[in-house]
């Protein structure tokens, strides 16, 4: 039980702090050294840190990234937690459309813990993210290659040969005066086509995306039937979905079990 | 029509998070006008308003069409309005008599006072042969049960020279043949010339004695008409108003084993034969009107009142004799009054949510204050509410400290939660937050029996509805399969109208 405990604190200090020394870390939590020392090698044998001289620093737990990862430690956290919840949006047999985007590429990595999903994407990561999945079929529409995503006319021709039951569209920006926006114009257009094959349309934003205006509207909130954020999402942003009547997900991860 | 005896114009009100807004309502001479309203709908407030308690931040009040001015002499300090609340208000140890004569007591003595018993019990014999109460003449307050006590403050009413009445959920407490004899006195009140406010949960209520008919829902009346125009089903749909099922986060998540059993639970004549079974990742909602005893059935199932019936968790017979024994099962109740019965008012925040989790942080009985201190800062940080450098939990605002007392019992790692009420009368952003919450606890397989009186929040997170009425489980339905105005008929009509039986 203690043990536990331990990790649970020196995991929150690293994802925190991205190091820790042992001293610090045997006085807080009034452990021998030594016992600090087996819990840091525990930790690494998960690669979840590397042990550095006097203390360890955080690996980067997500050892199959596909790119190279300027982001922060904690964004990659709060966009784990959004796919985490996203694979409860869906039902086994869906036919899915995840357009391109940092995380939607979480989510499809998710989504791979389903089963008999038809997923279709016009960005590469989320469909090598997805191609080693056997139980899902995942299609890859083609068109212009634009750094890890394709667009233009003959993408959005070759998306009108589908269906979907769900959507999830990630955008750039999101406030209450212009809406959705994306930083580009084919990427607006695709979007807005991608939502008129769908039953069901899943807005997938960062909290700190949130009051954000780019350049190209995708369209008003009120095409979003449901909006999928993290749990750092300010509270007058969750004032303004509950009065327009749109389902927000924080995608909190707080219950232990 | 005559002219009415009382008018309420634009009234508008604003109580921190509630607000009345724009209400118009009248009363004649004579008529009994019904007001309905869900819990929490403002109904109470409005009886507040129309009998001065409370004044409101604008609008006017007019009397046989004289505007009310506060600080003035009125209405409020005349005889003219009686307001006969909810829970009695009369003296203990006098007699019925005493108690109902006391502004009027006879005396044999002008100057001194003395009371002339043999003329107040003539009277009051004669008064009650009228009425035909089960009253005698000399029982004292203190004997008598509930039903009782508020047969006598309507007799009050009766005998007062009140033009307006007030009479605040009459009915709830009462058998049927206690309510003929209300629905008596109403009648010989209404003879009188006096008009008559009477709220109620109750639609028979409404269509029997009812001349007109207001519904208020959020602070607003949405709808006033004349009974004899109407049908219940026009009131049932006024009631529920428009859905707003679609704003609450719902997750499809796979239900797992059955993780507590409830088979032919009763308590005394209080509950009576409940059933029902909720799996791994379910959210079950009950609901019920105030005082159907979906409390009650809570602290049955917490172990603070002792149920017969059998409860099996994971399908084994378990005795929950205590809160204790509760909490080794790994239920957790958060009571419908956060206050009062969630927290310790002494201790800290970081005590409070550690509370039921101090094992985790103990060895040898000696509790690691950096280890509890370092986790429940953990909590608090993702649950978004501030830390507090002050000493005492009273510091969070509502919604904070309901999150609070969610962290408390996740952080024990509690597998059944029993939530009553969890979303009353806290602000929208938190009420968010704690739906996300329980989705969070759902995916992670827990089981929740959700309590509540707003039936959109049942229709939008629950997965199944269980209604109490009559003191038990009248229906218990796939929220899918059913509809907020359905199960709000279940709540108000008596359940020998509904052909549903219990199904498990």
Same mark, same amino acid.
């Given at each position: 039980?203690?043990?536990?405990?331990?990790?649970?604190?020196?995991?929150?200090?690293?994802?925190?702090?991205?190091?820790?020394?042992?001293? !610090?870390?045997?006085?807080?939590?009034?452990?021998?050294?030594?016992?600090?020392?087996?819990?840091?090698?525990?930790?690494?044998?998960?690669?979840?840190?590397?042990?550095?001289?006097?203390?360890?620093?955080?690996?980067?737990?997500?050892?199959?990234?596909?790119?190279?990862?300027?982001?922060?430690?904690?964004?990659?956290?709060?966009?784990?937690?959004?796919?985490?919840?996203?694979?409860?949006?869906?039902?086994?047999?869906?036919?899915?459309?995840?357009?391109?985007?940092?995380?939607?590429?979480?989510?499809?990595?998710?989504?791979?813990?389903?089963?008999?999903?038809?997923?279709?994407?016009?960005?590469?990561?989320?469909?090598?993210?997805?191609?080693?999945?056997?139980?899902?079929?995942?299609?890859?529409?083609?068109?212009?290659?634009?750094?890890?995503?394709?667009?233009?006319?003959?993408?959005?021709?070759?998306?009108?040969?589908?269906?979907?039951?769900?959507?999830?569209?990630?955008?750039?920006?999101?406030?209450?005066?212009?809406?959705?926006?994306?930083?580009?114009?084919?990427?607006?257009?695709?979007?807005?086509?991608?939502?008129?094959?769908?039953?069901?349309?899943?807005? $997938?934003?960062?909290?700190?995306?949130?009051?954000?205006?780019?350049? @190209?509207?995708?369209?008003?909130?009120?095409?979003?039937?449901?909006?999928?954020?993290?749990?750092?999402?300010?509270?007058? @942003?969750?004032?303004?979905?509950?009065?327009?009547?749109?389902?927000?997900?924080?995608?909190?991860?707080?219950?232990?079990? | 029509?005559?002219?009415?005896?009382?008018?309420?114009?634009?009234?508008?009100?604003?109580?921190?998070?509630?607000?009345?807004?724009?209400?118009?309502?009248?009363?004649?001479?004579?008529?009994?006008?019904?007001?309905?309203?869900?819990?929490?709908?403002?109904?109470?407030?409005?009886?507040?308003?129309?009998?001065?308690?409370?004044?409101?931040?604008?609008?006017?009040?007019?009397?046989?069409?004289?505007?009310?001015?506060?600080?003035?002499?009125?209405?409020y300090s005349s005889n003219d309005l009686i307001f006969i609340q909810q829970y009695s208000v009369l003296l203990e140890d006098l007699s019925v008599a005493e108690n109902l004569y006391f502004h009027q007591l006879p005396y044999k003595n002008k100057f001194l006072h003395t009371i002339d018993f043999v003329k107040l019990n003539k009277q009051f014999l004669d008064l009650i042969n009228e009425l035909n109460l089960p009253i005698k003449a000399?029982?004292?307050?203190?004997?008598?049960?509930?039903?009782?006590?508020?047969?006598?403050?309507?007799?009050?009413?009766?005998?007062?020279?009140?033009?307006?009445?007030?009479?605040?959920?009459?009915?709830? $407490?009462?058998?049927?043949?206690?309510?003929?004899?209300? @629905?008596?006195?109403?009648?010989?009140?209404?003879?009188?010339?006096?008009?008559?406010?009477?709220?109620?949960?109750r639609i028979e209520d409404a269509m029997t004695i009812g001349d007109r008919i207001s519904i208020i829902k959020d602070g607003t009346l949405t709808g006033t008409k004349v009974i004899k125009e109407t049908t219940e089903q026009e009131i049932i749909h006024l009631l529920t108003g428009t859905h707003l099922k679609e704003r609450y986060p719902k997750m499809i998540i796979k239900k797992g084993k059955p993780l507590l059993t409830v088979s032919?639970?009763?308590?005394?004549?209080?509950?009576?034969?409940?059933?029902?079974?909720?799996?791994?990742?379910?959210?079950?909602?009950?609901?019920?009107?105030?005082?159907?005893?979906?409390?009650?059935?809570?602290?049955?199932?917490?172990?603070?009142?002792?149920?017969?019936?059998?409860?099996?968790?994971?399908? !084994?017979?378990?005795?929950?004799?205590?809160?204790?024994?509760?909490?080794?099962?790994?239920?957790?109740?958060?009571?419908?009054?956060?206050?009062?019965?969630?927290?310790?008012?002494?201790?800290?925040?970081?005590?409070?949510?550690?509370?039921?989790?101090?094992?985790?942080?103990?060895?040898?009985?000696?509790?690691?204050?950096?280890?509890?201190?370092?986790?429940?800062?953990?909590?608090?940080?993702?649950?978004?509410?501030?830390?507090?450098?002050?000493?005492?939990?009273?510091?969070?605002?509502?919604?904070?400290?309901? !999150?609070?007392?969610?962290?408390?019992?996740?952080?024990?790692?509690?597998?059944?939660?029993?939530?009553?009420?969890?979303?009353?009368?806290?602000?929208?952003?938190?009420?968010?937050?704690?739906?996300?919450?329980?989705?969070?606890?759902?995916?992670?397989?827990?089981?929740?029996?959700?309590?509540?009186?707003?039936?959109?929040?049942?229709?939008?997170?629950?997965?199944?509805?269980?209604?109490?009425?009559?003191?038990?489980?009248?229906?218990?339905?796939?929220?899918?399969?059913?509809?907020?105005?359905?199960?709000?008929?279940?709540?108000?009509?008596?359940?020998?109208?509904?052909?549903?039986?219990?199904?498990?």
């Amino acid at each position: 039980m203690f043990a536990i405990e331990r990790i649970r604190i020196i995991k929150n200090i690293l994802i925190k702090d991205h190091k820790v020394s042992v001293a !610090k870390l045997s006085e807080m939590l009034d452990v021998t050294e030594v016992t600090i020392r087996r819990d840091l090698e525990k930790l690494e044998k998960e690669n979840f840190l590397k042990r550095t001289h006097g203390g360890a620093v955080l690996q980067n737990y997500d050892e199959d990234t596909l790119w190279d990862i300027n982001e922060d430690t904690k964004d990659i956290q709060l966009y784990q937690e959004i796919a985490d919840t996203a694979v409860y949006l869906v039902t086994d047999g869906d036919a899915i459309m995840l357009t391109s985007g940092y995380v939607n590429t979480y989510i499809a990595k998710a989504l791979t813990s389903r089963t008999n999903l038809t997923v279709v994407t016009n960005d590469l990561l989320i469909a090598s993210a997805f191609a080693h999945s056997t139980s899902n079929t995942m299609i890859l529409l083609g068109g212009d290659l634009d750094e890890s995503a394709v667009y233009g006319q003959m993408t959005i021709d070759n998306l009108n040969n589908f269906s979907f039951n769900h959507v999830f569209i990630e955008i750039d920006g999101l406030s209450e005066t212009v809406g959705m926006t994306v930083s580009s114009t084919k990427k607006a257009t695709l979007i807005q086509q991608a939502v008129k094959l769908a039953d069901s349309v899943t807005v $997938v934003c960062p909290s700190k995306s949130f009051g954000n205006k780019s350049l @190209y509207r995708v369209g008003n909130l009120n095409i979003a039937h449901r909006i999928l954020t993290d749990s750092e999402l300010e509270d007058k @942003y969750k004032n303004y979905m509950f009065s327009h009547n749109i389902p927000l997900f924080t995608s909190i991860d707080v219950y232990e079990n | 029509m005559s002219s009415p005896l009382l008018e309420l114009k634009n009234i508008n009100l604003a109580v921190s998070s509630f607000k009345i807004h724009d209400i118009n309502i009248s009363l004649y001479p004579g008529e009994v006008h019904i007001v309905m309203g869900e819990n929490g709908s403002g109904k109470s407030k409005l009886l507040e308003l129309i009998s001065g308690m409370i004044l409101p931040d604008s609008g006017d009040i007019y009397f046989e069409g004289e505007l009310i001015k506060p600080n003035k002499p009125s209405l409020y300090s005349s005889n003219d309005l009686i307001f006969i609340q909810q829970y009695s208000v009369l003296l203990e140890d006098l007699s019925v008599a005493e108690n109902l004569y006391f502004h009027q007591l006879p005396y044999k003595n002008k100057f001194l006072h003395t009371i002339d018993f043999v003329k107040l019990n003539k009277q009051f014999l004669d008064l009650i042969n009228e009425l035909n109460l089960p009253i005698k003449a000399n029982d004292t307050v203190r004997t008598l049960g509930l039903a009782q006590r508020q047969m006598i403050e309507f007799t009050k009413a009766y005998i007062s020279d009140a033009k307006v009445v007030i009479l605040d959920e009459p009915s709830d $407490v009462l058998t049927a043949s206690e309510r003929e004899i209300l @629905y008596k006195i109403i009648n010989h009140i209404k003879e009188r010339g006096a008009g008559i406010f009477y709220t109620t949960h109750r639609i028979e209520d409404a269509m029997t004695i009812g001349d007109r008919i207001s519904i208020i829902k959020d602070g607003t009346l949405t709808g006033t008409k004349v009974i004899k125009e109407t049908t219940e089903q026009e009131i049932i749909h006024l009631l529920t108003g428009t859905h707003l099922k679609e704003r609450y986060p719902k997750m499809i998540i796979k239900k797992g084993k059955p993780l507590l059993t409830v088979s032919n639970l009763s308590y005394e004549d209080k509950l009576t034969n409940i059933n029902f079974k909720l799996r791994e990742g379910e959210i079950l909602g009950i609901t019920g009107l105030a005082g159907s005893g979906r409390t009650l059935l809570a602290n049955c199932l917490f172990g603070v009142t002792n149920y017969s019936g059998q409860i099996y968790i994971y399908d !084994k017979p378990v005795n929950i004799s205590s809160p204790r024994k509760a909490i080794n099962y790994g239920i957790a109740l958060m009571p419908e009054n956060h206050i009062e019965d969630s927290i310790f008012r002494e201790l800290s925040a970081d005590e409070n949510v550690a509370f039921p989790s101090l094992h985790r942080f103990s060895r040898n009985d000696v509790i690691n204050y950096d280890y509890l201190k370092q986790t429940v800062l953990d909590y608090i940080a993702k649950i978004n509410i501030p830390v507090l450098n002050k000493k005492s939990i009273l510091e969070y605002s509502g919604g904070s400290l309901q !999150k609070a007392i969610f962290a408390k019992w996740m952080m024990s790692r509690a597998k059944i939660f029993i939530l009553d009420e969890p979303t009353r009368g806290i602000d929208i952003a938190s009420k968010i937050d704690i739906y996300n919450f329980i989705s969070d606890m759902a995916k992670k397989k827990a089981g929740i029996i959700y309590i509540s009186s707003d039936i959109d929040e049942i229709m939008g997170i629950c997965d199944r509805v269980a209604v109490i009425s009559a003191n038990t489980l009248v229906c218990d339905l796939p929220t899918h399969l059913t509809t907020a105005e359905e199960v709000t008929g279940l709540q108000v009509r008596n359940i020998s109208n509904t052909g549903y039986t219990n199904p498990i």
